[in-house]
């Protein structure tokens, strides 16, 4: 096991940030403080911490094209995926299934095998250029949540900032650096598949730098 210090490891890093992911969205209202993104990444600068962004790197500003669509690919994956075995549950149990997965689901029936390959084909695009991205090791850090989760225990909120990772397949965590209505938010960070170790490392040389 490796046990050198973190700032041994892995000082300096070059983190990529998508800048419009720290606005606020629609789909679940926040309130964080206007510029608080744009504080931690000042601070981590000033530590020696490299970011790069789609204003200064073209890859970058490709990646965050292509990430528009990553969404609405990745369902389309899963819910392709999915439809046997939620078909087989809504005829062992009519009724079984809440109104938001039936309509995730009619997706999935209504695709045919090219649909699901053109999905397939674009995930790997999007793979490939994270990949030439972060091949020295570099991670990616942007909001963990478009906002605190919802009361109550039917939704657990916008998924709208996880969803991209996923499909991805890399390594991901939210580090507690934010806070919406005495509510947790994480700053979220990732990195390339295969990169778990180093990212754990990454996380916490961030958490230790920032929090202390």
């Avoid at 973190?6 to 300096?12: F, K, R």
């Avoid at 969205?25 to 993104?37: H, K, N, Q, S």
């Avoid at 994480?186 to 920032?210: F, H, I, N, P």
């Amino acid at each position: 096991m490796d046990i050198r210090a973190p700032e041994q490891q892995y000082n300096p890093y070059r983190i990529f940030t998508r800048e419009q992911w720290a606005r606020l969205r629609d789909d679940t209202p926040m309130t964080l403080e206007p510029g608080e993104f744009e504080r931690l990444r000042s601070f981590l600068c000033a530590q020696g911490v490299k970011f790069v962004d789609a204003s200064t790197d073209r890859d970058v500003a490709q990646l965050e094209t292509l990430l528009e669509a990553a969404s609405r690919i990745g369902n389309d994956i899963i819910m392709y995926e999915a439809r046997w075995p939620l078909l087989a549950y809504l005829d062992a149990r009519p009724g079984s299934l809440g109104a938001r997965t039936m309509e995730r689901l009619s997706r999935g029936i209504e695709m045919s095998e090219a649909d699901y390959q053109a999905a397939l084909d674009a995930r790997d695009v999007i793979r490939r250029q994270v990949a030439c991205i972060a091949a020295d090791g570099s991670c990616f850090l942007t909001l963990a949540s478009s906002g605190p989760a919802p009361r109550g225990h039917i939704d657990t909120g916008s998924r709208s900032f996880l969803s991209p990772w996923s499909m991805i397949g890399g390594p991901s965590l939210s580090l507690p650096l934010f806070s919406v209505d005495t509510m947790p938010l994480g700053a979220q960070l990732m990195g390339m598949a295969g990169s778990d170790l180093q990212t754990v490392g990454v996380a916490r040389y961030l958490e230790e730098l920032v929090l202390g």
